[in-house]
């Protein structure tokens, strides 16, 4: 049965984080919902225009083995305003199934919202300051529990590797990264 995974976006996502995060994931195999919480189309932080497949409000009556956060400014903000997105993400915490976020997301939307409590993460550099001083990590991606956070955009592929890596495995995750030529 193939994972379900939710990617939110928003008009000011980062682009690159988006489409990475969605991209190495299908690559993987699993199937993958991109819902914005906003209109269909939206304009990523950089003019690339991206469509979703559904708004978030059609979203929440089903189970995704993880929902992660593609980060920039003011995506993020973006998301972090949807009733509708954060419901499902306390719903995915309490659950005990994977969240993850990058870039501004973890900072911006899971502190923001208290998804992050006694939780290890990393964030955005410009950002960091919001989290927890005594939770934050240096690191380019880390996992705690069921979160994952990374850093931002020259990270995507590594932290969307991570996440191949606990939905499906290591050898998928070798085998996908070796695909797209990624070195470790």
């Known amino acids: 049965m193939a994972k379900k995974v939710l990617v939110p976006i928003a008009d000011g996502i980062e682009e690159i984080e988006a489409v990475c995060i969605v991209d190495t994931l299908r690559r993987a195999g699993a199937e993958v919902t ?33 929902i992660v956060l593609p980060g920039g400014m003011p995506g993020a903000e973006h998301l972090r305003d949807s009733a509708n997105l954060i419901a499902m993400l306390k719903e995915q915490k309490a659950a005990n199934r994977l969240y993850a976020a990058i870039c501004a997301a973890p900072a911006v939307v899971l502190q923001h919202h208290d998804l992050l409590k006694n939780v290890q993460a990393t964030c955005y550099p410009a950002v960091q300051s919001q989290l927890d001083p005594n939770h934050v990590s240096n690191e380019r991606v880390v996992v705690h529990g069921q979160c994952v956070t990374g850093q931002g955009p020259a990270v995507a592929i590594e932290f969307a590797l991570k996440l191949v890596e606990i939905l499906f495995g290591q050898a998928k995750a070798k085998e996908v990264g070796e695909a797209m030529l990624f070195q470790t």
């Open 34 to 66: 991109v819902a914005s919480v906003g209109p269909l189309q939206v304009t990523a932080s950089r003019g690339v225009k991206l469509l979703a497949d559904a708004n978030i409000a059609y979203c929440g009556d089903e189970t995704y083995d993880a």
